[in-house]
């Protein structure tokens, strides 16, 4: 599996996804056959990227008094999904908000999962209040606060090594397993004991490196309860685990965390927010997304600061081999490479004003799948903005999408979902990238990439400054020439790219939080 098929997961847990229905008694099991029988006319419009029709097929079941009270939650997380294929964050959120509400007949753990999906939604929504993200992430915890914990009493937790676990939904080719690479090689051997634990079966070669430096990989088939995996874990007496997918892909490893299998639990990188928990103790963040001093009250957890950057980039090789040669375009040519459900209209209204102060530019937008649906309802997008056919060229997913990294002279970030990995290859590709950054955690990860590799003036605290910032460096072209050239060593040289600085920085906090906990307990 490729990059780009990788950045954002989506957190969709119905058809067309890796998640397998959970195990469940025989009665369950009936009952999931019962509505997937029913709502197999609708399945079948999704598998075929039709949602119009497959909302269309729901609306006439519905009528018909197909489903009884104890089926509608289905019936909405359907309708979520057929809403994400329109790229629509905000009916999305309303359908899974209406799942969550009717329980009637809903498992627990399908709706945890179908919760998770509704928070990982809420980071597309530019209109939503900062109290209302962080209330909904709290809600969260109630529903898990009644699963039966695990104990840990100390004599269980005397190793000659520190055991630290990371729960992650697979450990293959993709954004956060190179954002993890370095804690899984780098670490001190005499120190500690790493273990890595992937709750779907997949591997590839970079599963295969990754078992070559660390004590244990276990993953987990399709079907296992989420109890046996906590379990497992449980048995392994891992210290600290640390769970780097958190909401995404309907939060499985949330709701491993929920039965406590080590002492200490810790989350981040692999999402954008707190996970509203109060199983898990710490969240892993750094002075620029969440500065000293604020947005504790934001978080479930104790926030771990680090000094400089949270995320550590590891360059996957087909970064590394990316060819190509910059020249300054005239006119300028500004790029997007984030996936086309994070451009909402509110973005797209900045690029267009962008767009009327430098009439002359090209926007290059590309996708990171191959989806011809996306393509489509970001055109209309645009032909509703106003924006002339021949000023934007959009592209679909492509294994050699880097190459056309050359082909733009500025990188323009999304908002309020901003770029994570997408940024990264920028930067070592040598790209500005302007961003936008707010108030959350997950709106600031373009701010503490930039400010980290020494161009905090690439961020923009306001709609304004970003429209002024874009406008201002497209009339530069010395600047953008040298920039393009400086950029690539600058990354190199970044805290972002410092692999045992970071490494050393995240065992320091290991060391801090599990004298912590020996101390309490």
Same mark, same amino acid.
């Given at each position: ?43 079948? /419009?999704?598998? =075929? ?5 497959? #909302?269309? +097929? $729901?609306?006439? %079941?519905? !009528? ?44 627990? /753990?399908?709706? =945890? ?5 509704? #928070?990982? +939604? $809420?980071?597309? %929504?530019? !209109? ?54 370095? #804690?899984? +090689? $780098? ?335």
């Amino acid at each position: 599996m490729v990059r780009w098929e990788q950045e954002g997961w989506n957190g969709l847990t119905e058809e067309g996804t890796r998640l397998a229905p959970p195990a469940g008694s025989a009665a369950e099991a009936a009952a999931y056959q019962a509505m997937d029988e029913k709502l197999r006319p609708v399945t079948q /419009r999704l598998r =075929q990227q039709q949602p119009e029709l497959a #909302l269309d +097929t $729901l609306r006439a %079941l519905r !009528q018909k008094g197909v489903f009884q009270e104890t089926e509608l939650w289905r019936v909405y997380q359907r309708a979520g999904i057929a809403y994400n294929q329109m790229m629509d964050p905000e009916k999305v959120a309303e359908a899974y908000w209406q799942a969550v509400t009717h329980p009637a007949g809903m498992p627990l /753990r399908k709706q =945890q999962e179908i919760y998770s999906d509704y #928070l990982f +939604t $809420l980071h597309y %929504l530019p !209109q939503l209040s900062d109290e209302e993200f962080h209330a909904k992430h709290f809600l969260y915890d109630a529903l898990v606060r009644t699963q039966e914990k695990l104990p840990h009493p100390r004599a269980r937790h005397r190793h000659a090594k520190l055991r630290i676990g990371y729960l992650a939904p697979f450990f293959i080719e993709n954004v956060t397993s190179y954002f993890l690479a370095q #804690l899984l +090689t $780098l670490y001190d051997r005499d120190r500690y004991e790493v273990y890595c634990y992937s709750l779907w079966p997949d591997r590839d070669a970079l599963t295969a490196e990754f078992e070559k430096h660390i004590h244990t990989l276990r993953t987990f088939p399709a079907g296992t309860f989420i109890s046996a995996a906590a379990q497992a874990i449980y048995e392994d007496e891992i210290d600290i685990l640390f769970d780097v997918g958190v909401h995404t892909l309907g939060g499985r490893t949330c709701q491993v965390l929920g039965y406590r299998p080590a002492p200490v639990q810790v989350a981040g990188i692999g999402y954008m927010s707190t996970s509203g928990m109060s199983d898990v103790d710490y969240f892993l963040t750094d002075r620029y997304l969440d500065p000293p001093g604020t947005h504790d009250a934001d978080f479930s957890e104790t926030l771990i600061r680090l000094p400089q950057s949270h995320f550590c980039y590891t360059p996957p090789e087909q970064v590394l081999r990316a060819q190509g040669a910059y020249h300054v375009h005239a006119p300028v040519v500004f790029g997007s490479f984030n996936k086309y459900e994070k451009l909402n209209v509110e973005t797209l209204s900045c690029w267009r004003e962008i767009l009327r102060r430098v009439p002359e530019a090209h926007f290059l937008l590309k996708n990171t799948t191959r989806s011809p649906r996306d393509e489509r309802v970001l055109r209309r997008r645009l032909e509703a903005l106003g924006f002339p056919p021949s000023s934007y060229t959009l592209e679909r997913g492509t294994h050699d999408y880097l190459a056309r990294y050359h082909d733009v002279d500025i990188i323009l970030d999304a908002y309020p979902y901003v770029g994570g990995a997408t940024t990264c290859d920028a930067l070592l590709l040598g790209v500005p990238v302007l961003t936008r950054y707010g108030a959350r955690h997950g709106e600031r990860f373009g701010l503490s990439l930039v400010a980290n590799v020494g161009h905090p003036e690439f961020a923009a605290a306001t709609e304004q400054a970003y429209i002024e910032k874009a406008v201002a460096l497209a009339r530069d072209p010395e600047r953008m020439r040298a920039l393009h050239a400086s950029l690539p060593q600058e990354m190199r040289r970044s805290p972002v790219m410092d692999f045992r600085g970071y490494v050393r920085a995240v065992e320091q906090a290991y060391e801090a939080i599990w004298q912590r906990w020996l101390l309490t307990h």
